[in-house]
T-cell receptor, first 116, second 113 residues
């Protein structure tokens, strides 16, 4: 059973470009979470999605950031018009049950975004 | 405001000793607390989960305690090994049961042979 997959592992963008980060949850998992980790800081929650629904986006910046988890295919975190402050590691996690809060979250290897 | 604090200073110990890491929180009523391990350049890996009505949990050389009165969790690694060297993160979920984890900034453990 493959773990959580994220791609690309490293992404370099120039200011003003768009970044698309992909996450394939573990097989059988229907809950996806995105976190951001800045250098020397802890993980910060961004958004929690189930298939075709955004459950909690309280950690998402109001502008330029969006996330989706379609019925088919991976979850996508999209950052439009990137700025240098967006440079960070972005981690995706998934969990298997209807009440995910009572299960651990399985993390992917992360996508390291560098904005030049 | 709500805070989760872990010791930001690295913890250096000798192989074979017990490592103890601390996680303190304020203004939360967590349903449960989790501990993760993170190695450089990798995603966190789940280690242990403890619920608010549990005082202690063990798994092999790992032990976690949870004191909701003190608002503190302690994470112990007994008979530590150099391979235990990593950053350890505590994470809380509020009683509102959202599935969203709030992480501390992590404590780096270095076990010297």
């Amino acid at each position: 059973n493959a773990g959580v997959m994220q791609n690309p592992r490293h992404l370099v963008r120039r200011r003003g470009q768009e970044a698309r980060l992909r996450c394939s949850p573990m097989k059988g998992h229907s809950h996806v979470y995105w976190y951001r980790q800045l250098p020397e800081e802890g993980l910060k929650f961004m958004v929690y999605l189930q298939k075709e629904n955004i459950i909690d986006e309280s950690g998402m910046p109001k502008e330029r950031f969006s996330a989706e988890f379609p019925k088919e295919g991976p979850s996508i975190l999209r950052i439009q018009q990137v700025v240098r402050g967006d440079s960070a590691a972005y981690f995706c996690a998934s969990s298997p049950e209807a009440k995910p809060s009572y299960n651990e979250q399985f993390f992917g290897p992360g996508t390291r975004l560098t904005v030049l | 405001s709500q805070k989760i604090e872990q010791n930001s200073e690295a913890l250096n110990i000798q192989e074979g000793k017990t490592a103890t890491l601390t996680c303190n929180y304020t203004n939360y009523s967590p349903a449960y607390l989790q501990w993760y391990r993170q190695d450089p350049g990798r995603g966190p890996v789940f280690l242990l989960l403890i619920r608010e009505n549990e005082k202690e949990k063990r798994k092999e050389r790992l032990k976690v305690t949870f004191d909701t009165t003190l608002k503190q969790s302690l994470f112990h690694i007994t008979a530590s090994q150099p391979a235990d060297s990593a950053t350890y993160l505590c994470a809380l979920e509020r009683s509102s049961n959202t599935g969203k984890l709030i992480f501390g900034q992590g404590t780096t453990l270095q076990v010297k042979p």
